[in-house]
């Protein structure tokens, strides 16, 4: 169990990493908020980040 958990958090690891370079950042901890959104109106929702493409967070705003 011990090998599947380290594993797991190894390739959690690499794809942030994946994820970071994806926009222009070097390094994991270079991410900003403004490089998070959501690809469905729920997870948007669910995490409070904008909508891919758009500056719309569902739920807040008045919206």
Not at 17 to 46: F, V, W, Y
Request: aromatic share 4%; net charge positive; glycine share 10%.
């Amino acid at each position: 169990a011990g090998r599947r958990l380290a594993n797991y958090l190894k390739v959690m690891t690499l794809e942030a990493q994946t994820i970071a370079r994806a926009c222009g950042k070097n390094h994991l901890h270079n991410l900003e908020p403004e490089d998070l959104c959501a690809l469905s109106i729920e997870a948007a929702a669910m995490a409070g980040v904008p909508l891919a493409g758009t500056n719309w967070i569902p739920g807040k705003n008045g919206f």
